[in-house]
């Protein structure tokens, strides 16, 4: 019987495998194990410590996701499989460290390319994700028979006989590398995010719900006993930016044609003041929400914040060139009443601001609308 080898971006026990050294570089392997470091172009197995198996290669089989690509397994230590060249892999360090390339594999410092004794190929992860129903969404093993450029490193070492050493010493730092690196990881991280969407969660939205804010965020536990937030902010302030910016585009086409016409009786020179500002403000409101619809991974309503800003400055934006053209002489009084209504509504949902401890059906009239998760769940089984 094989096991299957996945992948998953957090650490535990099935991380762990021992190293066995079974020959150095240009001799033949044998069946146990051999002291000595591991080195460039040595032969290895890999062992797993908590199943007690060996990672093998099968080029007879394709890998259940990636066609293109080579099955990888683990079967046990008496299995004859494990004996032969499927479970043996020639490490090969590609671009180590200045300071560690001395043709010895280092933690973190040496990226290795695992190549298989039996089929010549490299293992490698796909970028594909498993089924969930039985591989639970993680990423799939392979090995590539067409590309080596998949490498790995080695995270930790624990070997009792080998004394400590600062890693970090060794380690060259650069900046525009390091920040290449952290960015294309966030980017890989970002895209194995991806919603299950056979099953309901009560942290995710999509993006097409959090411009009317339909269903806000709980970010903590909802029972009587747990201090409760809602990701809520202030509802009329988030309704009303979100019709200022869908209809932005409407209203400045409408502007410009009655300006071209002539028929706009601002003072010169203000439209074009207005215009500049607004599209600016509109421009952030749209780049920092457009690119969430194209998004695969799980979104959630604090993805929104960004355009909210935006959106919430266009508004008063808005609001103080309408007063200025349309209502010069009550053009404070205006801003005043906005405000005097945004700290009624933020008063209102406070206690939802800043936590409430005791049961929730105490807070009444906080459900304003029907999809709001506040006294129950309506998408929960």
């Not at 129903?133 to 080695?154: K, P």
């Not at 060259?172 to 960015?183: D, G, H, I, K, T």
Request: glycine share 8%; hydrophobic share 45%; with cysteine.
């Amino acid at each position: 019987m094989r096991q299957q080898i996945t992948g998953y971006g957090y650490a535990d026990g099935n991380n762990v495998w021992g190293v066995e050294r079974r020959a150095p570089a240009g001799d033949t392997a044998g069946a146990t194990a051999i002291d000595g470091r591991i080195e460039h172009g040595d032969i290895i197995a890999l062992r797993h410590n908590s199943t007690d198996t060996y990672l093998i290669a099968d080029s007879a089989f394709a890998a259940p996701v990636s066609s293109n690509f080579r099955e990888v397994s683990a079967v046990g230590v008496n299995r004859t499989e494990a004996a032969g060249s499927n479970a043996l892999w020639k490490v090969e360090i590609v671009n180590a460290e200045p300071k560690m390339a001395d043709g010895v594999v280092h933690p973190l410092g040496t990226p290795l390319r695992l190549r298989n004794v039996g089929s010549n190929c490299v293992l490698a992860s796909t970028g594909a994700r498993l089924d969930k129903n039985w591989g639970w969404g993680q990423a799939e093993i392979a090995c590539s028979t067409n590309s080596d450029s998949y490498l790995w490193t080695v995270e930790r070492h624990i070997n009792d006989a080998q004394p400590k050493r600062d890693i970090g010493r060794m380690l060259s730092s650069s900046f525009l590398r390091e920040f290449a690196v952290l960015n294309r990881q966030m980017w890989l991280t970002n895209n194995a995010l991806v919603p299950d969407h056979d099953k309901h969660n009560v942290l995710e939205s999509g993006p097409a719900s959090w411009l009317f804010l339909k269903y806000p965020m709980r970010m903590v536990g909802w029972d009587d006993r747990s201090v409760k937030f809602l990701e809520i902010g202030n509802p009329i302030l988030w309704w009303a930016a979100a019709v200022v910016s869908l209809l932005f585009p409407v209203q400045t086409l409408y502007w410009m044609v009655c300006q071209q016409r002539g028929v706009l009786r601002w003072p010169r020179g203000t439209f074009r003041a207005y215009y500049e500002g607004a599209c600016i403000l509109w421009g952030g409101w749209f780049l920092h929400y457009a690119p969430f619809f194209a998004m695969g991974r799980v979104t959630y309503l604090h993805h929104f914040l960004p355009a909210l800003y935006f959106s919430l400055l266009l508004l008063a934006y808005q609001m103080y060139y309408w007063s200025l053209w349309y209502a010069p002489r009550r053009m404070y009084a205006v801003p005043y009443a906005a405000v005097a209504v945004a700290a009624l509504v933020f008063w209102w949902f406070s206690p939802l601001t800043y936590g409430w401890d005791k049961p929730i059906t105490e807070l009444r009239g906080m459900e304003w609308v029907s999809s709001w998760p506040i006294y129950k769940d309506k998408l929960s089984l």
